[in-house]
Every structure is written in structure tokens, then in C-alpha cells.
């Protein structure tokens, strides 16, 4: 009888971050092809939509950088990997990696690392302390761009070593990212619930409020938006939770506040099912201030078939074709963004329709979670047949 390979994932919580879902994804396509999968993290919002049936969960404080914890964390995972019989461990951040590298390799089993974000560094400590994402049989890039920071900074960690290091586009689920999917009943009680305008154009900045996201920067460019004269009436939206950040939150209401953007600017905390807040929006931007490992906002868009805009730096300009599927506006700089924005806004409908529906074309083309889940798979195959 085949033996049925089995896969420990770690990873420190199970949000809804582009990492947590790509965990989840892969976590329940690998049943599908007859292996057996396994989740190792602290908590999270996505562990309540797991399906137990396919996928077993350890809850541990992965999440912690405790060299204690650290080291007790390496300990169980390690017992665990011998009472499951586990064949691939999958890290997916620095602090569970470390607890990952030790049971691994006391097990002799195999261990693969992604690179979810650029992790940078100004000493030797953090450097060494980052290096353990390098250190796996199997290295994953989320992007080109990522690619490119691992080579550069960590490169030495592949000279006269069999270790792979191989692009693996993150992918988003395109069904559940369709517009022809949406209950427009769902779309009309969103926008009653935050009294949205959908008479107005609607400008949609999703994302978690942090500092480099760029929320400043777009806040900026609808002050000069709001100084134009013939542009179409418009409300824009920040949707996204503060993590308790809530003195971030609070200087972004307050700049809007100085700049008299109260009717112009809505803050929601969060919504349910996105596709939902994407039905409402005319136009998705994308402002952030420093790289992108992927861009998801920017794909889920183009799934969407809506414009995007998206600053001109990271994984966003390999995820959408200029003057195509999207726009790139010169990073860091209002001026640039809301010339982008009006250039959108006097577009005629089948211009829009055209841009959504290469978007659309772009994203089941290259980043369908299918795809990514389907590469993935492969190269385990690959790891399993050289042990």
C-alpha cells in the first residue's frame, strides 16, 4: 500500500494575512491529493474555518521569540514529528523556523522555509537570526522581488550547499475573488451599515493600519483630489483594523480631520467577506511606502475586476501590467497618486471594463491559489524522492 506523505506547516498564528491564508490553502489541497496535513500555531481568526477532517491542528506559542519557548516549541514539534510520522516541515516565519530547524533536523526529515516579506537587518546578530529562513532544503520566494532579497542578502547561505531557492507566486482563491459571485443583497446592506454613497465614486484603501501601508500618503492625495473641480462626486474608504495601533489610527483621523475630509473619508474596522467591500468600491488602491513582498490587495482587485492603483516599488509591480490591468503611481508621492486616480475617474465604461477584465485574465493566469498550491505540491514530491 502507498504510503500516505505527511506535512507539518508552522507558522505563528492563523490570521488572515497573505501567509495564514496561503498556509490554509495548502493545508486543505494537500488531502485532496491523498496526503495527510498538519498545522502547527498558536491561534488565529482562520482556525474556526478549518476543516478538522482534513487537517490536524497543534496549538503551541509559535508565535513567540522566547529563546525558551523558542527551544520548548523545537522539543514538542520534534516528538511530534516522530509519534506522526511527519515527512516535510514547512516553516513560514523566523521565530517557529528556528523551533522547525532543530526537530527537523534531530528527525532527519525534510524542512522548507518561505519567504513571506523581506527581512532586513543592521547587524550581524538580526542577520544570523533572519538566516534560518535560508537554511532549509527547500527556500520559497513569494516573488521575483523577494527572489532578488534573499540572493542579495543571504546568498551565501546557498554557495556549496544542495539547498533550492525557487519562486512560488502567492496565490489568492479566484472563486471566492469573483464579482459574478457576490449577492447584491450583501453589497447594498454593507453600504447601509457605513452609509456608503454608491451614487458616488467610490476609492477603496484596504489593508491593516500600519505606517508603511501609506494610509498618510493617501489621505494627502485625497486632499488635492478634493481641491479639483471636475472630477465626479467621490468617497473614499480605509478599510482595515489598527492590531491596536489605535495612536496610529488616531493621527490618521486626526490628519483628516485638519484637512476637512470628514465627508470625504470613512475609517471602517474591518468587513467580514472582502469581496463584499471590493462589490462596493469603483477604484482599490495601494499605497504602501515600502515593498510589497506580493501586493495582495493588488491582485484581489484585478480578481475583482476593478482598477488598481499601486506605488511603483515591490511585489506590485510584478503582479500588475502597467496601463493594463492596473496603474503604478510614483511611491511616496500624493501628486503622482491623484493624477492617477482622475486619469480613472474620467475613463469611459468600457475602458474600466476592459482594464477589469484583463486584470481578471492576469490573475487566473499566474496567481490562482490552485497554481500555487499545485507548484508546491511538486516540489515536495521532488524533496520526497531525494530523501
Given at each position: 500500500?502507498?504510503?500516505?506523505?505527511?506535512?507539518?506547516?508552522?507558522?505563528?498564528?492563523?490570521?488572515?494575512?497573505?501567509?495564514?491564508?496561503?498556509?490554509?490553502?495548502?493545508?486543505?489541497?494537500?488531502?485532496?491529493?491523498?496526503?495527510?496535513?498538519?498545522?502547527?500555531?498558536?491561534?488565529?481568526?482562520?482556525?474556526?474555518?478549518?476543516?478538522?477532517?482534513?487537517?490536524?491542528?497543534?496549538?503551541?506559542?509559535?508565535?513567540?521569540?522566547?529563546?525558551?519557548?523558542?527551544?520548548?516549541?523545537?522539543?514538542?514539534?520534534?516528538?511530534?514529528?516522530?509519534?506522526?510520522?511527519?515527512?516535510?516541515?514547512?516553516?513560514?516565519?523566523?521565530?517557529?523556523?528556528?523551533?522547525?530547524?532543530?526537530?527537523?533536523?534531530?528527525?532527519?526529515?525534510?524542512?522548507?522555509?518561505?519567504?513571506?516579506?523581506?527581512?532586513?537587518?543592521?547587524?550581524?546578530?538580526?542577520?544570523?537570526?533572519?538566516?534560518?529562513?535560508?537554511?532549509?532544503?527547500?527556500?520559497?520566494?513569494?516573488?521575483?522581488?523577494?527572489?532578488?532579497?534573499?540572493?542579495?542578502?543571504?546568498?551565501?547561505?546557498?554557495?556549496?550547499?544542495?539547498?533550492?531557492?525557487?519562486?512560488?507566486?502567492?496565490?489568492?482563491?479566484?472563486?471566492?475573488?469573483?464579482?459574478?459571485?457576490?449577492?447584491?443583497?450583501?453589497?447594498?446592506?454593507?453600504?447601509?451599515?457605513?452609509?456608503?454613497?454608491?451614487?458616488?465614486?467610490?476609492?477603496?484603501?484596504?489593508?491593516?493600519?500600519?505606517?508603511?501601508?501609506?494610509?498618510?500618503?493617501?489621505?494627502?492625495?485625497?486632499?488635492?483630489?478634493?481641491?479639483?473641480?471636475?472630477?465626479?462626486?467621490?468617497?473614499?474608504?480605509?478599510?482595515?483594523?489598527?492590531?491596536?495601533?489605535?495612536?496610529?489610527?488616531?493621527?490618521?483621523?486626526?490628519?483628516?480631520?485638519?484637512?476637512?475630509?470628514?465627508?470625504?473619508?470613512?475609517?471602517?474596522?474591518?468587513?467580514?467577506?472582502?469581496?463584499?467591500?471590493?462589490?462596493?468600491?469603483?477604484?482599490?488602491?495601494?499605497?504602501?511606502?515600502?515593498?510589497?513582498?506580493?501586493?495582495?490587495?493588488?491582485?484581489?482587485?484585478?480578481?475583482?475586476?476593478?482598477?488598481?492603483?499601486?506605488?511603483?516599488?515591490?511585489?506590485?509591480?510584478?503582479?500588475?501590467?502597467?496601463?493594463?490591468?492596473?496603474?503604478?503611481?510614483?511611491?511616496?508621492?500624493?501628486?503622482?497618486?491623484?493624477?492617477?486616480?482622475?486619469?480613472?475617474?474620467?475613463?469611459?465604461?468600457?475602458?474600466?471594463?476592459?482594464?477589469?477584465?484583463?486584470?481578471?485574465?492576469?490573475?487566473?493566469?499566474?496567481?490562482?491559489?490552485?497554481k500555487m498550491c499545485q507548484t508546491t505540491f511538486t516540489e515536495y514530491k521532488k524533496l520526497i524522492r531525494l530523501s
Amino acid at each position: 500500500m502507498k504510503k500516505k506523505i505527511k506535512v507539518l506547516q508552522v507558522i505563528p498564528k492563523l490570521g488572515y494575512g497573505g501567509a495564514e491564508t496561503g498556509c490554509y490553502d495548502l493545508a486543505h489541497f494537500l488531502p485532496e491529493q491523498g496526503w495527510k496535513s498538519y498545522i502547527a500555531t498558536s491561534g488565529g481568526g482562520l482556525l474556526q474555518y478549518i476543516d478538522n477532517k482534513k487537517v490536524t491542528i497543534f496549538k503551541l506559542p509559535m508565535q513567540s521569540k522566547n529563546p525558551i519557548l523558542i527551544l520548548l516549541n523545537a522539543i514538542i514539534l520534534f516528538f511530534i514529528i516522530l509519534f506522526y510520522n511527519i515527512d516535510i516541515v514547512h516553516a513560514r516565519s523566523r521565530a517557529p523556523a528556528w523551533s522547525c530547524y532543530f526537530a527537523a533536523r534531530l528527525s532527519f526529515r525534510k524542512f522548507v522555509t518561505t519567504f513571506h516579506g523581506t527581512y532586513n537587518f543592521n547587524n550581524k546578530i538580526k542577520k544570523f537570526y533572519n538566516s534560518i529562513m535560508a537554511k532549509s532544503d527547500l527556500v520559497i520566494a513569494g516573488s521575483n522581488f523577494i527572489f532578488s532579497h534573499i540572493n542579495k542578502d543571504y546568498g551565501e547561505y546557498f554557495l556549496k550547499s544542495k539547498r533550492k531557492l525557487l519562486v512560488i507566486f502567492r496565490g489568492i482563491n479566484t472563486s471566492y475573488f469573483n464579482s459574478q459571485k457576490i449577492l447584491p443583497i450583501k453589497i447594498e446592506k454593507f453600504a447601509k451599515e457605513h452609509n456608503i454613497d454608491r451614487n458616488k465614486f467610490i476609492i477603496l484603501l484596504p489593508g491593516r493600519l500600519t505606517s508603511w501601508k501609506g494610509h498618510k500618503i493617501f489621505i494627502e492625495s485625497i486632499k488635492l483630489l478634493s481641491e479639483k473641480n471636475d472630477i465626479p462626486p467621490f468617497e473614499a474608504i480605509i478599510l482595515g483594523s489598527d492590531q491596536g495601533r489605535s495612536v496610529y489610527k488616531k493621527k490618521l483621523i486626526v490628519l483628516t480631520q485638519q484637512h476637512r475630509l470628514g465627508k470625504n473619508i470613512k475609517f471602517i474596522d474591518h468587513c467580514k467577506e472582502m469581496p463584499v467591500a471590493y462589490g462596493v468600491a469603483n477604484l482599490v488602491c495601494s499605497c504602501s511606502i515600502e515593498p510589497e513582498a506580493f501586493g495582495r490587495v493588488s491582485v484581489e482587485a484585478q480578481s475583482m475586476q476593478l482598477p488598481i492603483i499601486a506605488s511603483d516599488i515591490g511585489g506590485s509591480k510584478e503582479t500588475i501590467v502597467d496601463g493594463k490591468t492596473g496603474y503604478l503611481f510614483k511611491n511616496k508621492d500624493p501628486n503622482s497618486l491623484v493624477d492617477t486616480i482622475v486619469m480613472v475617474m474620467k475613463k469611459d465604461y468600457n475602458s474600466l471594463k476592459s482594464i477589469g477584465y484583463e486584470g481578471r485574465k492576469n490573475v487566473l493566469k499566474r496567481f490562482d491559489v490552485d497554481k500555487m498550491c499545485q507548484t508546491t505540491f511538486t516540489e515536495y514530491k521532488k524533496l520526497i524522492r531525494l530523501s
